[in-house]
């Protein structure tokens, strides 16, 4: 549904918890691309981008966010882009806009949530091989072709599994020992040593997750990813 459907995320909602009980982990991955002359795009084309690309993030985390508050658990991942970091073109301005919102929206929830023992993580990668160009649109140019910049860092595009790695290592190092991987004889760490773990990885310190983006200025990295951890009970 591209998120755009509330009401088909409501039922997602409810289907969910009745089929596992809960809600632990909600990974949002909205993404449209709009490309052209920032001074010839039609209002209704930012609008359809802004939808899906900011619009899209904050439906869904409204859907499932009274459950993990009332829960006082849970962790949110949303997937933006490199293009939320910085401007790497001029050809794609709509799309920049909308993962800087995102970035943004996903920065106040890490505050918002962290004492609701909500964790909230943002995953920013580069050029990465997905179907997005099956729905771009071009506006607002004669000649798409001669138009479209793309730097030479950012043309090294890497796999959906290698996204999904960093995405799951980065959200389990961020959950609470009930819902991380078992120790030996399969019993849970001990909250006590969870939390020495914790002071000793920098657990809730936003930090950046280490992934395949291009150089960036220190104050871009510095925002490349906030990840609090959530305090789930067992």
Not at 35 to 51: F, H, K, T
Not at 170 to 191: C, F, I, M, V
Not at 218 to 230: V, W
Request: glycine fraction near 12%; include cysteine.
């Amino acid at each position: 549904t591209g998120q755009s459907d509330g009401e088909e995320l409501i039922r997602a909602v409810e289907q969910t918890l009745e089929r596992f009980g809960r809600v632990d982990v909600l990974v949002n991955s909205p993404g449209v691309s709009l490309l052209g002359a920032v001074e010839n795009i039609p209002s209704e084309d930012w609008q359809w981008v802004l939808d899906v690309n900011l619009m899209g993030f904050v439906r869904a985390c409204r859907a499932f966010l009274p459950h993990m508050i009332e829960r006082r658990c849970g962790h949110i991942l949303n997937v933006a882009s490199v293009a939320g970091l910085y401007a790497y073109s001029y050809d794609a301005i709509p799309y920049i806009t909308s993962k800087f919102g995102c970035a943004g929206f996903t920065e106040g929830l890490a505050v918002y949530g962290r004492p609701r023992g909500i964790g909230v993580s943002l995953l920013c990668p580069g050029l990465v091989q997905t179907n997005l160009h099956e729905n771009a649109r071009f506006v607002g140019v004669p000649d798409p072709g001669a138009f479209l910049h793309f730097p030479e860092h950012l043309r090294r595009p890497i796999g959906p599994d290698e996204v999904g790695r960093v995405a799951c290592e980065g959200t389990e190092s961020a959950l609470p020992a009930a819902h991380a991987p078992r120790g030996r004889g399969g019993a849970a760490p001990s909250a006590r040593g969870q939390r020495r773990r914790d002071r000793r990885a920098g657990a809730h310190e936003p930090r950046p997750v280490r992934g395949a983006l291009p150089e960036l200025t220190a104050a871009a990295r510095s925002r490349a990813t906030t990840s609090l951890a959530s305090g789930c009970p067992a």
